[in-house]
Nanobody
C-alpha cells in the first residue's frame, strides 16, 4: 500500500490550495484517513481526518471553517481543500491511513493509530 500526496506549493495569504492523496497497491479499504502537518520548528500535528465509510470529517480548531477534507471512494483518494490560508499554515502536509475498522474520533486524532503514511507535500503561505 502506498500513499502519494500532491498539490502543495507557494501561495499568498488568503489564497487556496487543494491537496490530494491517492492510495494505491493491493485492495485496500481504510477505516479512516487524515492529514497531518509539521511546520518549521514545530511538532507534527493533526489537521483533519475523515471516516472512510461514513465520510464524517473532523478538524483541529485552527482550520475549522477554512479547510475541508473529503474522499472519493472510487478513486481511493482523499482531498484537503484549504481556503483563506494564513502564514501559520506553512508546513509539510502528510497524509496517512488507518487500516480497516471504524475508528472513533480519538483514534483518528492519534497519529500512532495510523498504519500507512505518504510522503509530505510542502505548503508555503507568504504574508
Amino acid at each position: 500500500v502506498q500513499l502519494q500526496a500532491s498539490g502543495g506549493g507557494l501561495v499568498q495569504a488568503g489564497g487556496s490550495l487543494r491537496l490530494s492523496c491517492v492510495v494505491s497497491g493491493r485492495t485496500f479499504r481504510p477505516g479512516a484517513m487524515a492529514w497531518f502537518r509539521q511546520g518549521p520548528g514545530k511538532e507534527r500535528e493533526f489537521v483533519a481526518g475523515i471516516k472512510w465509510g461514513s465520510g464524517s470529517p473532523t478538524y483541529t480548531d485552527s482550520v475549522k471553517g477554512r479547510f475541508t477534507i473529503s474522499r472519493d471512494n472510487a478513486k481511493n483518494t482523499v482531498y484537503l481543500q484549504m481556503n483563506s490560508l494564513k502564514p501559520e499554515d506553512t508546513a509539510v502536509y502528510t497524509c496517512a491511513a488507518i487500516r480497516g475498522g471504524n475508528p472513533i474520533l480519538s483514534t483518528i486524532w492519534n497519529m500512532r493509530a495510523y498504519d500507512y503514511w505518504g510522503q509530505g507535500t510542502l505548503v508555503t503561505v507568504s504574508s
